[in-house]
């Protein structure tokens, strides 16, 4: 007969995977019917791409964030992001490059490279602090904001060029709306599903929820990037797909880490010291190198991306093995003792 913690155990891997299911297609159904709305009240397709599309793509992440951090629960927060930022470059570009080389412009990516450094760089020194308070938070978000602005007013003045919208076909504006309301419901419901799920199994299996969110969250919230990167990469779209992960882990952090915390602080006693001392760290140092080597190599090619899927599986079974091993010793102090 199946034990009660293994029936928990399968229901809670179920709310994850109902969770992240309906993450993705809310945030489908949010931004199509945004963009549709948008449009037909006039809004230009600028600032449609500036402000909806933007914004929109983040708002999974940003719900299951808030919704972890309100519950008492700011470990899966923070891993979320620290662990999506990793997946993003290790196994999203790393896997991306075994199907196409990415080739970097790197004058057309130096201001999207600077902004992911300076909110990496950011994040680490508010860490570093001992918690990200409500201050620190709304200066994530101010300094987003101004980005953003900025992005804007180099686009409309031609300075830069900006992918043109696609608007989705629906019958009628009473059918956008409906789709809108849908998705924001779905994000909501998969928000909750997936917080839930994720804090049952990290307590049936001993595991903090630090972890879960470093590994497991953090995995499922950057599938839809490897999607969007994979289809470019049939296209050998090398720019869409840097720029994807620019943006995503740009807005990773000073979004949704800063509307969290402008919420409700993030203390780091609440969080596993392991994320400050070590999963921060990797973060950091993957972003720079990825940096560096867009800056400097100007490509990622296949062997390139062959070492940062090697380095993202050494990654995940690296922190799991070391919260093991802090179990291991904690039983046998506590044998001796």
């Known amino acids: 007969m199946i034990t009660t913690n293994t029936e928990l155990f399968i229901l809670s891997m179920g709310a994850l995977g109902l969770g992240m299911y309906l993450l993705f297609k809310g945030g489908d159904w949010t931004i199509e019917a945004a963009v549709y709305i948008a449009r037909k009240l006039g809004i230009s397709p600028l600032v449609i791409g500036f402000t909806i599309i933007a914004f929109g793509t983040s708002l999974p992440e940003l719900l299951v964030s808030l919704n972890a951090n309100l519950a008492g629960l700011p470990g899966i927060a923070i891993g979320n992001v620290i662990g999506s930022n990793i997946a993003n470059i290790l196994f999203v570009v790393g896997v991306t490059a075994f199907f196409t080389t990415l080739v970097a412009i790197p004058r057309e990516i130096m201001r999207d490279i600077v902004m992911m450094l300076l909110a990496s760089f950011l994040m ?46 629906y019958k ?73 992960i620019l943006g995503s882990n740009v807005f990773n952090i000073l979004m949704i880490i800063g509307a969290t915390a402008l919420v409700k602080p993030i203390a780091n006693e609440a969080i596993a010291p392991q994320v400050v001392s070590l999963d921060i760290w990797i973060m950091l140092g993957v972003t720079v190198l990825f940096s560096v080597l867009l800056l400097t190599y100007k490509k990622i090619n296949k062997a390139i991306g062959v070492v940062f899927v090697t380095g993202y599986v050494f990654y995940i079974g690296l922190i799991y093995a070391l919260y093991l091993s802090k179990d291991v010793a904690q039983a046998v102090e506590q044998a001796v003792g």
Request: glycine letters at 12%; a neutral charge.
């Open 172 to 244: 009628n504006m009473a059918q956008g709306v409906f789709f809108l309301i849908l998705g924001l419901a779905a994000i909501a419901g998969g928000a909750e599903f997936l917080v839930r799920g994720a804090k049952v199994s990290a307590s049936i299996i001993g595991v903090p929820e630090d972890v879960i969110g470093l590994s497991v969250i953090a995995i499922g919230t950057s599938l839809p990037e490897l999607s969007t990167c994979l289809i470019a990469a049939r296209k050998k779209q090398s720019d869409i797909i840097i720029g994807n």
């Open 124 to 169: 680490t020194f508010l860490m570093l602090q001992g918690h990200i308070s409500q201050l620190g938070g709304g200066v994530m978000i101010l300094v987003l904001l101004s980005y953003v602005l900025w992005q804007y007013r180099m686009a409309a003045s031609g300075k830069i060029d900006v992918d043109d919208v696609d608007v989705p076909k």
